[in-house]
Each structure stands twice: as structure tokens, then as C-alpha cells.
């Protein structure tokens, strides 16, 4: 038999099928303690601020008399309220234009370590508010739990596209839709009256914020970094190999080595590119083009507006005002149990399926429920149709796009653009987060019952797209991915005879760190 050579990657030398290889505990805790800390506190925050909505309403006005004397009117106490929950949003977004910064200096895993200095804070300045008889701490508290967030959503989903073998890259990524369903339940699970849910223990909601953080700075320093990041950005191709070690469990991680390398030849420039790198790219154009779609989509789908009011939603649907907390708890288990079938199956199933089925279903269900709003007061039992539509809902978010976005950032994307994605899908992702959170509620008085029909247009939208324009990624390297856009990027496909002719042809007035990978990429 023919001795292996140095592209075959595709099986290991080992012989072994990797699909059959155990997943290691390093592997496990660097997903489940990477995502507490940060897809965790993303989801908490989308609902923690619903049960005690009422109690921090009376606290701005209360505070709001002391200073000047008379109650405050009501059109501030909408906007101070509209401000507190949207500006988690506007935080979001400036942790997104930071993000990438951060992670060229520190690293994927040094990035989500020194961000939970900012949830911590956030945590202090949220349960001290009310002491120090200041709203504003509470404003710049979800202020910076938002920036928080921004860098989270984008450092973690890459942090795990990068440590993942890619027969289980999309299980493993669905760490990230778990957790923040999971966070979204803990919120309402202790935002119930027998527990936080109190006008005397309201603060305790937002201080929980800092165990989270915590834990994973507990965690998290013992392993390793990405490996990719280490061999392609650090040019550390033993800490590289150590990393891939501890992650698959196994000592001849050749194999997993040569794929980076591989893709690292096929890339035209070997620095990290730029936001406008990127946009002028025309090899990434359609994957930026999805990634952009689809991150929007994500957002105005309308899950949030759901998230943030569901507490309203229900009292409109006719639920008795306290059974809402208990009827809402259901919606944090249903997302969380539909989020942990989607991860236990994209690998069967795929991601594009997953999403289109998701948002088809949304668009749906969002029609239903609409229908069912307008005969709510004519029919006794309508009302619990229409809750069954927002389970529904929920379930159908958390099946594929509630997840799948982050992964696709990831995937869509070879190492030296995948910063800049991530930013582009952040940016996109935080402001139609903020559309939502202001505007939802402007958009529910004018059209009341109607109002979902915006959602169907945008849930709809994006399943055409995808069914379109997405190609299947499940089981595939990032460089086969990239390829798969070759045709309708309207660039040559590059077989793995040219690669190596690609890099000897560099010029060396990008940076000595170019000739220094070619010296490396001959020793090996």
C-alpha cells in the first residue's frame, strides 16, 4: 500500500473513522464553561428585566421625586424604560467594534477571560442602583452587560468553530443557542415572585449576573487556546499541536495540523484582513451576503420582541396577570429543550434544513397567532391557542436560527476573514437587536394584533434566501466551504496542486511574517 501524503487528510493516520472518536472532557468543558459565561449572560439579560418590570418602573419614579420633587411624567417613564432595554443593544454594538481588536491581541480564549471583568462590573453597578438611589446605574449597568454580550456573541461561536473536529463542529457550536436558551429560563425561573420575582429582592436578579462570570474565570485558564489561532496567527505550531492534543484526546494529531496548513495555502493573503478587506473581497462576497441575511433574520424574525414583552403578549392574549410568570417559564423550557434536539441532530439533519424549516415554521406560526389575536375576545378558549403559537414559535427559533447564525459566521469564513465576519455579523446582529427592543412597542400599538404580520415578511424572506443561495456545510472543512462559493463568487475553484503555487508566488512586501510561514510551511 501507498504510504500517505502530506494533503491526504482526510482520514487520520491513525486509520480511525473520526466520526468515531469520543468527544474529550477538555473538549466538553471548554464549550459548556465558555458558553456560561457568555451566550449564559446574553440570554439571562433578554429576560431578566421582564419580571421585575414593574418594580424598577416605581423605583425611576420614586427616585425621579426625590430629586425634583413631582411624579415623573409618563412619556419619560416610557422612554427611560424603552432606554433601559435597548441600550443593551447600543453596547452590544461597540463590544462588536472592539472584538476584533481583542482577539488579534489576546487570543479567542484570552478575549472571553478579560470580558468577564465587564460582566462583573456590570453586576455591581445593576444591584448597587437602587442604594445609591440612582437610575443611571442601572442604564449604564445594561449599558456595558451589553458590551459584555457583543464581544461574547462573537469571540465564543469563533472559539469553538476553531477547537471542534468538523464531524461534530455544529453540535458542539449549539453550545452557544443552549446556553442563552438556558439563560433566558434561569431569568424567568428566578424572576418568579416565590423567589427574586419581589419588590425586596429584585436587585438579587441582576448581582446573579457575576457567579456566571466566575465560574469561567475559574474554568477556563486551565485550557487551551484555539489551535488554529496558534498556528495561523502565532506561527506556535508546538502549542498548536499540544492544543489539538488535549481537545481530540490523541497523540498524533497530524492530520488536524495539515488542515490548517492546507487551508492556510489556500488563502491569498495570510494577514488577518479588515472590515473593508473583507467588503472589497469578491472570493467572500456571497458568504458575507448570507452571513448578513441571515444575522439580520435572526433578529427580526421576532423572537426578541417575544423575549422582551412575552410578560405583555400573554396579558393581552387573556392570562390572568399572576399566572404570566408561571405560563412564561414554559416558553424558557420549550426553547431550551428545542435548542438541545437541534444540537443533538445538525449533524444529521444539516444547517440549511434546519434554518429553513425554522423560519418557515415562524412565519407560521406568527400568522396563526395573529389570526387567533383578533378572535381572542369572541372565543373563551382562543387565548390558549394563542399560546400554544408562541411555543411554537419559540420552538421553531430555537430548532435552527436561533443558533445556526453563529455557527455559520464560523464556517463561512477561512481563518484570516473569520474577525472580520464576525464583526460584520455582530454590527448587523446589535442593530436590529436595538430596532426590535425600541421599536417593537411603537409597532404593537399602532398595529395591535397585526403586528406580527412584519415578522412574516422577514421570517419569510429568509427562508427564500437560504433555500436559494445556501450551501450545505455540515461535515465539511472551511476550505471546502469556501470553495463551495467558488461558482457564484465567479472565481476560480483552486485545486490542491496550485496551493503551494499560490504561496511560493507571495510577494514579500506583505510582511516578514509571510516569508517566515513559508520557511515554516518547507521545514514541515
Not at 473520526?18 to 464553561?33: D, G, I, W, Y
Not at 441600550?87 to 481588536?101: C, D, K, N, Y
Amino acid at each position: 500500500m501507498d504510504s500517505p501524503q502530506k494533503g491526504d487528510y482526510k482520514l487520520s493516520n491513525s486509520g480511525k473513522d473520526p466520526a468515531k472518536q469520543p468527544v474529550t472532557a477538555c473538549l466538553l468543558s471548554a464549550a459548556f464553561f465558555g458558553a456560561l459565561g457568555s451566550s449564559f449572560i446574553y440570554g439571562y439579560n433578554l429576560s431578566v428585566v421582564n419580571a421585575p418590570a414593574t418594580y424598577i418602573r416605581a423605583f425611576y419614579n420614586k427616585t425621579w421625586i426625590e430629586r425634583y420633587g413631582e411624579p415623573v411624567a409618563a412619556e419619560t417613564a416610557t422612554l427611560l424604560w424603552s432606554i433601559t432595554v435597548s441600550i443593551f443593544a447600543i453596547g452590544g454594538l461597540l463590544g462588536t467594534l472592539f472584538v476584533s481588536l481583542l482577539i488579534k491581541a489576546l487570543g479567542r480564549k484570552g478575549t472571553l477571560l478579560v470580558n468577564n471583568g465587564l460582566a462583573i462590573t456590570a453586576a455591581l453597578l445593576l444591584a448597587l442602583g437602587q442604594k445609591a438611589q440612582s437610575f443611571e446605574m442601572l442604564i449604564i449597568g445594561r449599558f456595558i452587560i451589553g458590551v459584555d454580550s457583543g464581544i461574547a456573541l462573537s469571540a465564543l461561536p469563533m472559539y469553538l468553530g476553531e477547537i471542534t473536529p468538523k464531524h461534530i463542529r455544529g453540535s458542539i457550536g449549539q453550545f452557544n443557542s443552549i446556553l442563552i436558551c438556558l439563560g433566558v429560563f434561569t431569568g424567568q425561573v428566578l424572576g418568579l415572585p416565590e423567589l427574586l420575582g419581589q419588590e425586596s429582592r429584585w436587585i438579587h436578579l441582576f448581582s446573579f449576573l457575576a457567579l456566571p462570570a466566575v465560574l469561567q474565570l475559574c474554568v477556563l485558564p486551565f485550557l487551551p487556546e484555539s489551535p488554529r489561532y496558534l498556528l495561523m496567527e502565532r506561527r506556535d505550531e508546538a502549542g498548536a499541536e499540544r492544543a489539538f492534543q488535549r481537545f481530540l484526546g490523541k497523540k498524533d494529531v497530524s492530520q488536524e495540523l495539515e488542515e490548517v496548513h492546507a487551508e492556510a495555502r489556500a488563502q491569498d493573503n495570510l494577514q488577518t484582513a479588515s472590515v473593508l478587506q473583507l467588503l472589497r473581497s469578491r472570493a467572500v462576497r456571497w458568504q458575507l451576503i448570507t452571513i448578513i441575511v441571515t444575522m439580520a433574520c435572526y433578529q427580526l424574525c421576532g423572537l426578541n420582541a417575544i423575549w422582551y414583552y412575552t410578560n405583555g403578549i400573554l396579558e393581552e392574549a387573556g392570562f390572568a396577570k399572576d399566572v404570566v410568570p408561571y405560563v412564561t417559564l414554559s416558553t424558557g423550557a420549550i426553547e431550551t429543550l428545542a435548542a438541545i434536539i437541534s444540537g443533538l441532530v445538525i449533524e444529521k439533519i444539516g444547517r440549511k434544513p434546519l434554518l429553513i424549516f425554522g423560519f418557515s415554521a415562524m412565519a407560521v406560526f406568527f400568522s396563526l397567532l395573529t389570526v387567533f389575536l383578533n378572535f381572542q375576545d369572541r372565543v373563551s378558549w382562543m387565548p390558549y391557542l394563542s399560546y400554544i403559537c408562541i411555543l411554537a414559535v419559540i420552538a421553531s427559533f430555537c430548532s435552527g436560527p436561533g443558533g445556526i447564525p453563529f455557527i455559520l459566521t464560523g464556517e463561512l469564513f477561512e481563518q484570516s476573514y473569520r474577525p472580520a465576519a464576525f464583526m460584520v455579523a455582530g454590527i448587523v446582529n446589535w442593530l436590529a437587536n436595538f430596532a426590535v427592543g425600541l421599536l417593537f412597542p411603537f409597532i404593537q400599538e399602532k398595529l395591535q394584533s397585526f403586528a406580527f404580520l412584519v415578522f412574516v415578511v422577514f421570517c419569510t424572506m429568509g427562508a427564500i434566501y437560504l433555500y436559494v443561495v445556501l450551501p450545505e456545510t455540515k461535515n465539511k472543512t472551511f476550505t471546502d466551504i469556501s470553495q463551495s462559493f467558488a461558482k457564484i463568487n465567479k472565481i476560480p475553484v483552486s485545486s490542491p496542486g496550485q496551493e503551494m503555487e499560490m504561496v511560493l508566488s507571495i510577494k514579500p512586501d506583505i510582511s516578514g511574517k509571510t516569508q517566515d510561514f513559508i520557511k515554516m510551511e518547507s521545514s514541515f
